[in-house]
Structure formats: C-alpha cells, structure tokens
C-alpha cells in the first residue's frame, strides 16, 4: 500500500467534508477514544482537587446567602420601591442566556449538519443544563415567601384556585421547565454511546455496574444505532423551537409589561440572539481552559474556536444593531416615556452600566473581523470575558434602569445591591463550577461516538485499501495500556 | 321530710370501726369543720336571709349609694370593659356588638383649645379618631396630631410610674409627699395655656391652699408673639380666629395657615378652600403670601413673595401704610413692587380682606396686623375676636421672672404641666435644680422628668376625663375611651387638684362639679348629652369689644428693624410633624414625610441654593440618596449642629429649622441585638431605645433671641445622610418639573385662561393621546373579568367606586397619610429603610416644583398631587401576577389578596404609578406588644414578603354593605368614607359611586377640569384629578 494513495483517498475526503480536517494531529479513531474516556479513568489530578474545592467553596457560599435571605427576607437585597427587580432577575436572564448555546450547538447546528459542532457539543450542553440550573435558582429564591413558590404551578386543590395563565413569570415557569427536560434528554440521549464504550473499558466493579446501568445496554448494534440516530433527529426537531421559544418567553417579563424600556416588540428575537451570543462566549471561556488541560487541542481546534467567535461577531452586532433599533424606534414612536428611558439609559445615572455594555457587546466582539485575532486563543479568552460581562450588564441595564424612572417622576429613585446580592452571584459560579467539574471528572467531555462520526476513518469506503483500523500506527500511546 | 337512715355516718366508738363509710379525710377524721358544715341542710350562707344592718350587712344607706355608684359606673360605657370577664356573655347588653366599634365624642385639647372629636372604640379600643362634624367648630376632618395621637396613647415608652428621685415609687407616696407640703411654700407652676373650665376651678383652689402661686402660661412651641401683639394693639387679650371662608383676599405674612402647628387649620383649609371652586359664580378667592420659606401656603399661593422672615415688619409696614393705619417709616420694603397692587385689592375686599401674621413675627407685626384688618372693616367678618376671660398677663414676662425667681433660691415647689421646660427654654435647668421639690407630669421620662424630684406619668386625653372650650368657645368634654394603662398615670387636672386640696381629686368627679355649676337643674339630662355630643349646645364665647390704639401699635413697632440688615437669618419655627417635640417619640409622625421638603427622621437646616452657594455648603445626592453638609449655626454664643437641606424657593439669606427634635427620652424597654445572622434587630424600629432617640437636634438653643435671629454659619461636617421619601427634590427640580408638565401629571391654569378654555386640562395630555381609548381595546378586553358572569351577578357590582381629587384644594398637609396609616395598619420602616426606598405609605403626597410660565427657577412654584392607588379598570398589575393574587372586585376595586401573594413584585414593576409598596421584612414580628393595640382589627397585618397597597378602604365599604344588606337596601350616597377623605380638611377628596349618576363622586367627574393621569397608557384609573386653576391679580405680572 502506497503513501502515495492513502494521501489522494485522505485528500479526496478531505473534500468531501471540509476544507480543514475536523481533527487533527493525525488521530485515528482508538486515539479518540483513549484521549476523552482517559481524563474519567485516570487518578484524580490535584489541581481537579483544588479547583473543585474553590467551586464547592463558592456553592457553600451560595447555600449561605439564600438561608440568609429566607431567614430575614427579601429586604437582604438592595431592591426598592421602584425597583422590584434587581440582581436575582438580572442574574436569571443571565444564567438563562448562557444555557442556549449547548442546545443551539446540539440540536440547531445538528439540523443544519454543522459537523464541526460534534467536537464542542457535549461540553457546551453540559454547560446549558448547569446554567439553567443556576437560572432556576433565582426566579425560586426572589419571591417575598418563597414556601408558597409552588403556587405558581397548576397543581389542583380543594379551592380551585389555578395560577393565573396571563402572567408572563408562568409562561417562564412552563417554558424554562420544559427547556431544561427537554435539554437534559437530548443531553443523554446522546451520551449513550459514550457511557457504553466508557463501560467497556471500565475496570472497577462498581464502575462498569453504574455505567452499565447509565448506558442502557448499549451494544453499538445497527438496530441501536438506527433507534439511536432517529431518537436524536427527533429530539433535535423538538429542541429546536424551544432555543427559540425560552429566551422570547423570557423576553416576555419584560416585553409583556408597560415599563418604558421594557415594553418593546423587538424583545424576543433580541433576546435570543443575546442568548446566543452570550452563550457562546461561555463556551469559548470554558473550552479555551477545558482543551488546554485536558490536552484535547486536536478534537477542539482553532478553526471549531473561530467558527464560535464567528458567530459570537455576528451575534454581537446583531445585539449591537437591536440597541440602536431600540433608540431609533423610541425616536420614531414619539412617545416621551420610551424616549426619556432611553435617553437616560445613556446619560443618566446608570450610564456607567450602558457603556459597559455597550463597549463589551458591540465594540470589542468587532475585533473578530480580524482572522488573526479570531484565532489567537488568549486574546478570544479576553475577548469572552468581556461579551459575558457585557451580557450581564444588558440585563443590568434592561432591569434596573427602566425601573428606576419610570413614569410618575416622584417615584425614581436609585437602586443598589447589597454584599449578598453580590455574593448570591458570586455563589451561583460555584454550583456552576461544582456542576461541571464533576462532569469533566466523571462524564466524556467529548461525544466520543460523534467526533468518529466526522473523522475521514468513518467513511465506508476508508479502509477499502488498508487494514481495520485498529492495527494502524497510533498517534498517542494508549494511556490504559501502561 | 322523712330522714332514711341509709348510712349511718354518727362517730362510732372504737379506732377501727367496722363498716365505717366516709365521705372525706376530714370526715373520717371527724373534724370540727366538718361537723359544722354538715350541721345545716344547706351550704353556710345559702341559707341565710338577705344581709342587714343587724347581722353586718350594708345599711340602707349605704345599699343606696352602692346601687347609685353602679348606675353612675354603668354609664361611663366608654371605658375599658372588665379584664376579669373569660366567659362570654349570657346575655349581651344591648348595645354591644362583638366586633362592631362604638363611636364615643371626645375632643383633643391642643394650642389652649379643644378639637372636637369621635374616636372609634374596638371592644374598649380606642383605635381611630375622626372630627365630631356635629360639632360647630368641626367639619367631621381634622389633622394630622389629632391623627397620630392614638398611636402616643399606645406609645411603649410612656412612663408607667411615679419616680421620686430616679427610682420607682408609687402615686400614694407622691400623694404624701404633696399633702405634706407646708402651706407656706412658694410654688411655680409652668403649663401649657389650656381652656380647661376645671383647671380654672382647681388652679383657684391651689392659689388659695399656698402662700404663692406663680402660674406660668407657657407654649413653646409657638411663642406668644401674637397675643403681645394683640394686647399692644387693643389693649386687652382675646382670642383671634379667621374665617377663610368669608375672605376674597388674603394676605399672609409669614403665616403658614394650613399647616398642622397653626391654631386651627382644619378649619384655615376648609374656609379657605370653599373660595376656591373657579366655577363657582363667585368667583375664587385670592392668596398672596410673603414668607421666608417655602410653606404649603406657599404653594397654595396665587401670589408668593420669598422674603426675609427679618423684612416682612417692613412690607407690613409699607402695606399698613398704604392703607393709612401707619404713618413711619416703612423702611427697606417700603416701595415694595406689590404694596399698592395688593393694598388695592384688600381695599377693593373691604370686609372680606384678612391678613394674617404668622407666629414667628414679632408683636408688632401681630398689632400692625390687627391695625390693618381693623381698618379694612374685617373685624365681624373675616376675623373675630372672642372674649375667653384671658388673663392680660404677658407670659413671656411671667415666665422670665419665674426663671428668676428659681434661680435665686425663692421658689420651693416647682410644677411643670403638660410643658418641658428644660428642653426648650435655654439655660431653665440651672435655675430648676436650684428648686427643691420640682415636680413632673409628663408621658415620657425625659429631659425635665429626668431632673425632677418627682416625676408623675400622665394621662393620655384618651385615658381621662377633662373639659375645655373649642376654638368659638363652646365647652365640651373630654371623655377617656380607656382607663388609664399605667395605673399611675393621672390628668393634669387631677395632679392640679392634688395640689389644691392634698387628697385625690377624681377626674371623673371635678369635671362634673364643674359641669354641674354651669348645665343647673336636671343635671344628669344634661350631662348625659353633653358627655354623648362632646359638647354643651348653643354656647360659646362673646365677641369681644376691641378698640383699636394706634400708639399701642406703634409702641410694638418700636425696636423693630425696618431697615433689613444684611446678613444671614435663622428662623426657628415648630415643626409640621413632631411639633414642639411631643410627638417626637410617634413613629408615624417620625417617618412622616416633611410636607415640603419630604425629609423624614430628621430636622434640617433648609437654605435655597443661593444660599448654600454663598455659604459654600450643600448635599451630594449619591445613588439617591442625599449625603448633606452640617453646618453649625450661632446665635448669640449658643450653636447648634444641622444637616443642610436644599429648598428652592425660599428667600436668600434665610436659614429655617425646627424645634422638637434631638429629644433625650428615658426607655425602659431592652435594646434588640440578635445574632449577626437575623436582623431582628435592624429591622425593629422600636429595638433601639425611644423613638425619639438620635433623631434630629433640638435647636431650641437658638431661641434666645426669639424665633428670627441672625445667625453665622459654619460647615463642620459633611455626608450625613438624609433620608427623603422623594428623590429629586432640588438638585435637578427644574429638569424634573418640566417632565412633570411634558407627561400631563399636573396640570395647571390662570382663572382667565379657564374661562377662555375651559377645556385646559385637556391641553395637558402628553402627545400621543390623539385617539380615543376605545381605538385600542385592551389585550384581554373580550374576557375582561369584569363582564364575567360571577362579577356581574355579584351585589357588590351594583356599585363601582371612583374617586376624584380636587388639586385646587389640595394643601399637601399630610392628614391624610397619617390617616390613612392609623386606619390600614401601615407599618413604619425607619430612616435607614426609608433612604432605601423602602417606606410604606400607601397614600403618598407627590410634590414638584414648577418652573417657566413666569416662574423662574429661583422662584418656583409648588404643586403637590396625593398619590393613592388609582384602582385602574384596566389595571396593569393584575395581569403579570403569577398567581391572581391582585384581581378586580365586582365593585370596581382593584384588590390585594394578601394570603395568595407570594411576593413576586412584578405587579410593583408593572406600576405605573408606583403605589404598591412591598413588605421586604417582616414589620409586625418586632412590633411591642402596646402597639398591636393601636392595629384596627379590620384590616389585616400584612407578613413580610408581601405586597400591599390602597385598597379605597376596602372594610369600609364592606362594612357599609353588610348594614345595606341587613337592612335590604342599597348603599346611598356618601355611606362609604374613605379614611382620607374624611380627615381632608379641605375637602379634597371626594369618593363614591360611579355607577350612581346622582352621587357626589359622579358629579364632580364631570367637572370640565377632570384628567385621568397617564390616560394614554389606556389603564383607565379611578382616581381622578381635577386641574388647578390660579386667580392672579392681573395687574401684578
């Protein structure tokens, strides 16, 4: 068998599916394999140790502050008359935002056969279902007498008494609810596989018992795959509009109510595109680190990288063009309150948060025009950080400044949040962190079986002139095998 | 009878008995008792004929006078109902309800009157206080003490016993003490100017029982310039009362006549307000006001000139001139711009003129004043002087001479009534403690109780029985609706009483005697009515004769400055909401906000931006909240320490503050601390000691050179927070003003301008109002709950509740914020909470200031708009809530559910008016026990977590209804009286039935001056405002 051939099949493939290889270094399918399952195998890293007990750390932190605020009650917050909203709704729309990304990579970016989306999905879904746990937190723990929190479900009782289906916080209870369900299935529905190839390889007893149990008895027969591959078609038809519906359900609290500044039609779709702008950023934050450490550069590659700050630009501007539309249209619409809104969004007392978010969220993604700097890996970190602060701002400034001077000028006043409204935050970035550092510990931060799926090897005709692939020379020496 | 010997229970013989059956030990033992009680046939006692004088009974006198005194007891029905009752009744007097208040006439003696009242009674509660409209002096409102006094009468800080020498002692040593007084002792009392007719009587007999009595007349709080004023100008004493209602014009000097520190302004308002109606034929009444600060009168004022509180001698002078009852010079006013305008204009009002002084002013302005009003041919109309049996003594002179007298060691008892000298009069303490035996009535242990030998508490009006003449004259009654709380407590006229005769004076029995001299024959008749209207009919003061001396006039002008002097002045006034210091301990009037300057828990130093420009001070606002400079103020030697306080409007160079604050009262009760993490302890408002404590500084160090006074001002410090319940007050009151004019919030015209379009409110509608509501149908229009079939089959829908607020009368006193906090139960959330935005009014008082339209900046105007819950039928709220837990009531209210709330706040987002008011903790968990008494049991104490809000006093409705319905018939106009409403002195606010085109609400609605506020929102309130109109002179631009 000559070179020469297997380099004109390679480059043929190579075609076929992409200019650039989805994977690189040279990898084979065992390589993979070895490369994901080995990170849950191995002896526990110190460093893991170490992050995850500043992760738990924060997550006591977060415990703390919410038997804090049951114990005294809401007045632990800075929230005042005029604004009845602060941090806890700034910080759900936040945690909500951050959750479109996994499912937007998984289910849209599948239905449009983006194949570049198999390397990052299961990480970034992973992420999505943390952080609408995180989102959950809030909406739960703002109310006045939280032990009547259920009150806001349909459940039936002896005095018929049902919530009350025009308020937007339900549609939100319902669509975030069913957000999460559907995510967390489709998110196992596609580790199946991958639990059972991690079953294979198990060798402790307990282990292969949990993972036996986890992966469905999971042979990897043609029928499964069949059951399989519909299954996630299915799911991801499913997922699809829910991206869509979550965020402009959200976008509803606000968008619903006569609050200048609030009320606009333009909210569902600006929404969900700062969704996925902050998602998307979340993801590079947390992959750019992820692939460094667990030394995964070749599945997560700078060109999957640039395709994300790809979408992180055109997401960004289209946030950036929504706040222009915003002003355009509170010029345009002649009513004084929006106007007044919007004008003291930029020059009031909170102009400090609108040009925070402003710089962060139209400004700086701007960078990404530049292909040298889209796929330089720190200054992408840099830039993530900025859109997540920035997208926490947007939410800041949507709240808190529409609130904070509405209609009747006797009423302004001036919100600002105490130490626990900072520490609750700082605290859900450790039930965060708690979350996904046990999932890089125990679970395949990469979908084993997708990623094979796009390599060139999975090509039925690849080993026509060469062995079974198994035999071939390896790039990395198997870790299992010392 | 035939006895069977069944048992046979005789002693046996022997130790052990066979058969022996006994009943008890004592039995078996065969004990003396029982052998005894077992001799007769029935119980000891029971068998027994009916005591007599033979065997130890009463005699038949004394059954007499027994069965008199229940019959006299069972009358006093007011009082608290006996503690011992634990089973209910067997059979109910007939008058008792369970639950069902009792209205009981009563009157407030306050400023030497009394002010007629009704007080509501739960069970022997006294929880609300209303005006007594049968009374003539009283249209049925009041104000804002009379309001807040139910909450002193439950105040935990009252002082429960009688104190000799610091320590606990009891009313029977104090009595000792007192009957023990030689009656060679020089005794000097210092009270507060009552028109008590037993006072009168016992005060007689105390001057008789001691060799000297030297009764002092002292009120601190509002100085007695005008009397001096009105001695200098007549030559003898009466009293002054103005009729607004019959004055066209006005003029006021200095005089801030509606608020609560005047001497009747429940009635100031209501006349004042009766002229004010611009569709009336009439024509409306015009107000011109010089003042140096920026008084609600101001703000009523067609005409307002800012001047020097110093000046205004000078533009009284320059007026008295122009209208010949002057001849010197007017000094530095003395071409004032306005003098011949307005003289015209008083002149052209002949006997429908009044001016008026205030009470800061010097006697002689008081006397120019009288000059002025007797020249214009007022007097009989607009003003009238009552003949009161005054004594002519000038109290000042009393009381300096008193003070000297202490301090030179000639004064052996020392009474102090109703007053506390030591924290008002500069430098009183010194010659105090020179006194031997300083006695004390007070409520609190405070700064004189606290130097006293013997401190005695006092009654509540509330809580004993006194009597007083209201502000015509007529005598009345003051009937306790409780028996005292602290069983040591004791009247004023009782402690007098003590000291007249050496034994205990019943309260009860002295006003009777008093009483009984003047009602004559069938005493008991009349008594019963008199105690059941408050009041003793078709009686009152004479006027007095009063003949004008015009160089006693001109002798109280003299030492007067016309000339102006440079400089900056002090002016020194009671305060609007704790007064001289005696409500200082009321939380409600603590946290009330100032009707101006919207600052609560404090007192300030008010300057106007110039000023504090000059003066190099100022307040930062820092994430809205004012961090503000203090300054020191000097007047002669004495400084006091107070933040500054920006208020536009007022004159350059004039610095206001107010007396009652910085209070020093002894609590008893225990400081709250908690664990660091509960907040029980922040959250307690009554956890820190008194109320009273740490709030404000007293500045009646600064008194000594009277109520104006040049001052010399320092800055000493700066940032010390000062909470407002408004945020933008003066640093951009410009920039908010015009929001104000562009949104239609506040909509104002000239009388001219209403003539020629009447239709000016309309005018006012922000921009896009340009089509009808019905273009825009609501989202839920088509299953709007209101045309559901369980909204209109209810009763209730038969009537739909509406309110209209009328802005041209409108004062902005506050009455009926404290009202409505005395009838919804409104929690009071302290000055730090309140800095956050936290208060919980449901019934707020917007103010703005106004600038353009011929007012510039410097010189705004001021307009204030009460902001209660506007009850939208298309209510914003009630379509977010996540839980239905605020929904419309087949009446057309919209209504909180409190037990369905969880809290959310969307419904407060949602708000455009921002009423709702939110319960971020828990306000009732802390609250001392005393205070759960003053909670109107018909309306629920709201937990923490939930939001709350105006509910148009939703249990009065409902409370009408269930009458209605018991006697199956529909509610009538004017049934339903909204706490607001009824305390309004001016006549506001009118509530009632929409659905009733003949009811007052429905006609005032179709006032051409009525405006929904935010009506292009097409959240079609209830509330309703009516435009403002002014009546400028035409010739002053």
């Known amino acids: ?482 | 009878m035939i006895e069977l010997p069944v048992l046979d229970d005789s002693p046996e013989q022997g130790e052990h008995p066979r058969n022996r059956f006994w009943r008890s030990i004592s039995h078996l033992e065969g004990s003396q008792e029982f052998s005894e009680m077992n001799a007769g046939e029935f119980l000891p006692g029971a068998s027994n004929g009916p005591a007599t004088e033979g065997n130890g009974g009463a005699t038949r006198r004394q059954f007499i006078q027994l069965m008199g005194a229940s019959m006299a007891m069972a009358g006093l029905t007011a009082c608290r109902k006996p503690i011992e009752t634990i089973v209910p009744y067997v059979r109910q007097p007939e008058d008792r309800v369970e639950g069902v208040p009792v209205q009981y006439a009563t009157s407030m003696p306050f400023r030497g009157t009394l002010r007629p009242l009704l007080v509501e009674s739960f069970d022997g509660r006294p929880t609300k206080v209303e005006g007594n409209s049968d009374h003539p002096d009283s249209s049925g409102a009041t104000h804002l003490f009379e309001q807040a006094s139910i909450l002193s009468l439950y105040d935990p800080d009252r002082l429960g016993t009688v104190r000799h020498d610091g320590a606990v002692s009891d009313w029977n040593a104090f009595r000792a003490a007192v009957s023990e007084l030689p009656t060679s002792s020089r005794v000097v009392v210092i009270a507060e100017p009552t028109s008590s007719m037993t006072m009168a009587v016992v005060r007689r007999q105390m001057e008789q029982r001691f060799a000297s009595v030297r009764w002092v007349d002292y009120h601190g709080a509002v100085g007695n310039s005008a009397a001096q004023g009105i001695r200098a100008a007549f030559g003898r004493s009466a009293r002054v009362n103005h009729d607004l209602g019959a004055a066209r014009v006005i003029v006021s000097l200095d005089a801030d006549l509606f608020a609560s520190t005047g001497p009747d302004p429940v009635a100031a308002s209501a006349g004042f307000s009766a002229g004010r109606d611009p569709e009336s034929m009439h024509g409306m009444n015009r107000l011109y006001v010089v003042e140096s600060g920026y008084s609600i009168t101001g703000g009523m004022a067609d005409h307002r000139q800012r001047m020097k509180s110093s000046e205004i001698a000078s533009f009284a002078a320059a007026l008295a001139s122009e209208l010949g009852v002057w001849d010197g010079n007017a000094g530095v006013h003395g071409s004032h711009a306005w003098i011949s305008e307005v003289a015209a204009d008083l002149r052209n009002a002949g006997s429908s003129a009044l001016v008026v002084a205030g009470d800061n002013q010097p006697a002689g302005v008081h006397a120019l004043v009288a000059a002025i009003n007797d020249r214009l041919g007022a007097v009989g109309t607009t003003v009238t002087y009552l003949d009161n049996n005054e004594s002519a003594a000038d109290a000042s002179a009393e009381l300096e001479a008193a003070i000297a007298d202490m301090a030179a060691g000639n004064v052996d008892v020392v009474l102090t009534l109703n007053s506390n000298p030591v924290y008002e009069i500069p430098g009183f303490g010194d010659a105090f403690a020179k006194v031997e035996h300083r006695v004390h009535l007070g409520m609190y242990l405070d700064e004189t109780a606290t130097k006293a030998t013997w401190v005695v508490p006092q009654t509540h009006y509330l809580e004993a029985w006194g009597d007083g003449t209201s502000r015509s004259g007529v005598p009345g009654v003051v009937q306790p609706l409780i028996a005292p709380l602290y069983a040591d407590a004791h009247s004023e006229i009782e402690m007098v009483g003590l000291f007249a005769t050496g034994t205990d004076m019943p309260g009860y029995e002295m006003v009777r005697a008093t009483w009984r001299a003047q009602l004559g024959n069938s005493f008991e008749t009349a008594w019963q009515k008199v105690v059941h209207d408050g009041f003793a009919e078709g009686s009152g003061f004479g006027s007095a004769r009063m003949s004008l001396s015009t160089s006693g006039v001109r002798s109280a002008m003299e030492g007067i400055d016309l000339a102006g002097a440079d400089g900056v002045e002090v002016v020194i006034s009671a305060d609007q909401k704790v007064y001289d210091g005696r409500f200082a301990n009321n939380a409600w009037l603590q946290e009330l906000p100032d009707p101006t300057t919207k600052v609560v828990w404090d007192n300030v130093a008010q300057m106007n931006p110039a000023t504090a420009e000059k003066l190099g001070v100022g307040a930062k606002l820092d994430a809205g909240n004012y961090f503000a400079d203090v300054v020191s103020l000097e007047v002669s030697g004495n400084s006091v320490s107070l933040p500054v306080w920006i208020q536009p409007g007022m004159a350059d160079d004039s610095v206001h503050v107010t007396l009652g604050y910085g209070r020093n009262i002894v609590s008893e009760r225990e400081e709250r601390s908690t664990n660091f993490f509960d907040l029980d302890d922040y959250t307690d408002v009554y956890g820190k000691g008194a109320i009273s404590g740490g709030v404000g500084v007293n500045v009646a160090p600064l008194t000594t050179s009277g109520r104006i006074a040049p001052v010399s001002v320092s800055k000493v410090d700066e940032g010390y927070l000062v909470a407002s319940t408004q945020d933008h007050g003066a640093i951009d009151a410009l920039h908010v003003g015009e929001e104000v004019k562009s949104r239609g919030l506040f909509r104002t015209a000239t009388i001219e301008e209403y003539r020629a379009n009447p239709d000016f409110v309309k005018g006012g509608e922000p921009a896009p109002l340009k089509e009808d509501w019905e273009d825009y149908p609501p989202l839920w229009e088509a299953n709007h709950p209101k045309n559901s079939e369980e909204m209109v089959s209810s009763n209730y829908h038969d009537n739909q509740w509406g309110m209209v607020i009328d802005l041209n009368t409108c004062t902005g006193c506050n009455a009926c914020v404290v009202a409505c906090q005395a009838e919804n139960n409104i929690q009071v959330v302290g000055k730090e909470e309140v800095s956050r935005g936290r208060e919980m009014h449901w019934l707020r008082l917007d103010r703005y200031f106004v600038s353009g339209d011929g007012a510039s900046y410097e010189d705004p105007q001021m307009v204030i708009q009460p902001m209660p819950c506007q009850h939208c039928e298309n209510a914003p709220c009630e379509q977010v809530c996540p839980v239905a837990a605020t929904v419309h009531s087949p009446d057309g209210t919209n209504q909180m559910i409190y037990n369905r709330c969880i809290g959310t706040r969307y419904c407060a987002n949602n708000c455009p008016f921002k009423v709702r008011r939110f319960n971020f903790f828990n306000w009732t968990k802390t609250l001392p026990e005393s205070l759960h008494m003053a909670s109107n049991p018909n309306v629920t104490v709201r937990s923490r977590g939930v939001m709350e809000k105006c509910s148009f006093c939703i249990q009065r409705i409902r409370g009408a209804n269930k009458v209605a319905n018991v006697e199956n018939r529909a509610l009538e106009d004017g049934e339903v009286v909204t706490a607001c409403q009824q305390v309004c002195p001016a006549n506001a606010i009118t509530f009632g039935d929409l659905s009733n085109p003949d009811s007052a609400v429905s006609r005032r609605r179709e006032s051409d001056r009525r405006y929904e506020l935010l009506a292009e929102l097409n959240v079609k309130p209830r509330v309703s405002y009516l435009g403002r109109v002014r009546n400028p002179n035409p010739n002053l631009a």
């Open chain 1, 1 to 482: 068998m000559s070179t020469a051939s297997t380099d004109k099949n390679l480059a043929h493939l190579a075609d076929f599916h992409d200019e650039v290889p989805l994977v690189k270094g040279n990898l084979k399918f065992h390589d993979i394999t070895e490369i994901v399952s080995s990170h849950t195998e191995k002896k526990t890293p110190f460093a893991w140790y170490g992050a995850f007990s500043l992760a738990l750390a924060g997550l006591m932190l977060l415990l703390g502050m919410i038997a804090y605020l049951f114990w005294n009650g809401t007045g632990v917050w800075g929230l005042n008359n005029p604004v009845g909203w602060g941090y806890a709704i700034v910080n759900f729309v936040f945690w909500v935002g951050i959750g479109h990304a996994g499912t937007l990579i998984s289910a849209i970016l599948f239905l449009f056969r983006q194949q570049w989306r198999t390397a990052i999905n299961r990480s970034a879904e992973a992420m999505t279902i943390f952080a609408v746990i995180c989102a959950l937190v809030f909406p739960t723990i703002h109310v006045g007498r939280v032990w009547a929190i259920y009150w806001t479900l349909p459940l039936p009782n002896q005095m018929g008494m049902w919530p009350q289906f025009k308020s937007p916080l339900l549609w939100d209870v319902f669509a975030v609810s069913t957000y999460f369900t559907v995510s967390l299935v489709f998110w196992y529905i596609g580790l199946v596989p991958d639990l059972a190839t991690m079953r294979d390889r198990a060798k402790g007893k307990i282990r292969r018992l949990v993972l036996g149990v986890a992966s469905m008895g999971w042979t990897g027969a043609n029928r499964h795959w069949r059951n399989y591959e519909k299954a996630y078609l299915l799911l991801a038809a499913l997922a699809t509009p829910l991206v869509l519906s979550v965020h402009s359900v959200v976008s509803f609290d606000f968008a619903v109510s006569i609050v200048p500044g609030w009320h606009t039609t333009i909210f569902p779709p600006y929404f969900v595109a700062g969704a996925i702008f902050s998602g998307f950023a979340m993801v590079v934050t947390l992959l750019v680190i992820a692939r460094k450490i667990y030394g995964i550069e070749n599945i997560i590659t700078v060109e999957h990288l640039e395709k994300m700050n790809i979408i992180i630009l055109l997401t960004g501007t289209m946030v950036g063009f929504a706040y222009i539309t915003e002003f355009f249209i509170a010029w345009y619409s002649g009513v004084q309150y929006e106007q007044y809104a919007f004008v003291n969004r930029m020059f009031g007392p909170y102009a400090w948060a609108y040009w925070t978010m402003m710089s962060c969220n139209l400004f700086f993604p701007q960078f990404f025009w530049f292909k040298k700097l889209r796929r330089n890996v720190t200054f992408m970190f840099i830039i993530s950080i900025f859109v997540n602060i920035g997208m926490w701002f947007e939410r800041f400034v949507i709240t808190v400044t529409s609130l904070h001077r509405d209609y009747l000028p006797s009423s302004w006043d001036y919100y600002t949040p105490t130490a626990v409204d900072a520490l609750t935050f700082v605290g859900t970035f450790g039930l965060f962190f708690t979350l996904f550092l046990l999932f890089l510990r125990f679970m395949p931060m990469v979908a084993i079986a997708e990623v094979k799926g796009v390599m060139p090897e999975a090509d039925p005709h690849f080993y026509d002139h060469e062995g079974d692939g198994h035999h071939a020379e390896h790039a990395v020496e198997p870790s299992t095998q010392q």
